[in-house]
């Protein structure tokens, strides 16, 4: 804004600069017209002296007429003869013509003051150094209010609050300053209604997570009891049921078992949820190598061929990271249990300029759609006939991914294997 006040000072001493341009160049056309009509006017003195008519009476009428300034008329040794008016040979802007041996001078009829080309030169040069300061004062009149908004402008964005208000100016900055005041008032109300949201939400999910907590835990007791009698019924009295009965007590012990997994799982999983986390530098590696022993050590049997990439690295909460980690190769370990040679691999890539970690298998794999409910609590892409599972252990690893900043995501095909990546929201990047 102080530029443009500048530039339409400037702008408007150009003009009447070129004003006065104009003015010189009228003048000093005007001037040339005089110059011709008092040419013409020596030509006919001349014709009328040459043809023999007194001089002093001649010149004096023409000059007293107003036809011209002032008229001489010289001998041949440069005496004058006769003279009416003001004229000399010498003046730049006289008219002489030869009238036999004799010389006439006639000088113009005075029109404008003689300096009047330098007073045009003077107003107009004048003219440009009024603007040059004008301009100089204006921005200088400008700057302080504009630099005094647009500090309160700085000082009200820094403030996460936005209680800062711009104090109120005058003229035509004053309706900008209530703009901005007006707008500093919205973004106060609705961040100070954000805020109310989250702090609502937040206790929301503390209030679920300790109700998760309390029922599973509170659940147990009950369960255990179910599945303590349910048992004794088998082992005691398998005897004195028919073949229905036992089937009945094979199904309660079986859904019984379920629920202490899935309880279990619920109980990890808010576990995991509050715990707190110290942010360090973890060997993936060396983890997921120790995962993948105790693996094979519970099922010798199984011919599965680990291939763990060396020296990766996560900065991470170690104890929450074990638990990513020990989900999602247990659920490769499980979903390859069909393949005669099952392959899981473990390593680290880039993901749009992130490191991202993964876990890959070549099992069972899943319908690419269903992708993104694999993390939700009690989400299965399988049935409890093909594969055992309560839907908890993806949604744990999501949960825990969170809490550091990170994310999962997964890729697959049905029965080509699956893929499931994860970051940890690292405040650095961690090179091997």
């Known amino acids: 804004m102080e530029r443009r006040a500048a530039a339409g000072v400037l702008v408007a001493a150009c003009l009447s600069a070129a004003l006065a341009t104009a003015l010189f160049a009228y003048l000093t056309g005007t001037r040339s017209e005089d110059t011709a009509r008092t040419e013409s006017v020596a030509d006919s003195l001349a014709k009328t002296l040459a043809s023999g008519a007194p001089p002093q009476p001649v010149l004096s009428a023409v000059v007293d007429a107003g036809t011209v300034g002032g008229a001489v008329l010289y001998d041949a040794g440069g005496a004058p003869i006769a003279r009416a008016g003001d004229a000399s040979r010498s003046a730049a802007a006289v008219i002489c013509r030869s009238v036999g041996t004799s010389t006439l001078c006639v000088e113009p009829a005075p029109r404008a003051p003689r300096r009047i080309t330098e007073g045009v030169i003077a107003a107009a040069a004048g003219t440009l150094v009024v603007a040059f300061v ?25 403030d996460s609050t936005f209680a800062q208000r711009i104090e109120p100016a005058g003229g035509e900055l004053a309706p900008l300053v209530v703009s901005v005041n007006n707008l500093l008032d919205e973004m106060q109300s609705r961040e100070s209604e954000l805020r109310r949201r989250t702090h609502d939400l937040e206790s929301a999910n503390k209030d679920l997570e300790s109700f998760a907590h309390t029922v599973s835990h509170d659940l147990r007791g009950p369960l255990g009891s179910v599945l303590g009698f349910s048992e004794g019924l088998r082992d005691g009295y398998g005897g004195e049921l028919n ?179 994860f970051t940890t929201g690292a405040p650095h990047e961690i090179h091997a």
């Open 243 to 421: 073949t229905e009965g036992k089937e009945y007590v094979h199904w309660i012990l079986q859904s019984g078992h379920q629920m202490q997994e899935l309880i279990d799982g619920l109980l990890n999983m808010s576990r995991l949820s509050r715990a707190e986390m110290q942010r360090g530098v973890v060997d993936l590696s060396a983890m997921a190598q120790g995962i993948a022993s105790s693996l094979q050590k519970a099922a010798p049997e199984r011919a599965v061929d680990f291939a763990i990439a060396d020296h990766v690295v996560a900065n991470g909460d170690e104890r929450l990271l074990r638990a990513v980690l020990e989900n999602l190769i247990a659920n490769a370990w499980k979903f390859t249990s069909k393949r005669e040679r099952a392959r899981i691999e473990f390593g680290m890539t880039r993901d749009n300029g992130r490191t991202a970690y993964f876990v890959r298998d070549n099992g069972a794999g899943f319908d690419p759609a269903h992708a993104a409910k694999m993390f939700r609590p009690f989400q299965r892409l399988h049935s409890t006939g093909e594969f055992d599972g309560t839907g908890i252990g993806l949604a744990t690893v999501q949960r825990i991914l969170e809490r550091h900043g990170g994310k999962a995501w997964a890729e697959g095909e049905p029965d080509k294997g699956a893929t499931v990546y």
């Open 134 to 158: 004008a301009a100089l004062v204006v921005t200088a009149l400008m700057r302080r209010p504009l630099r005094a908004v647009r500090a309160g402008v700085e000082r009200a964005i820094t």
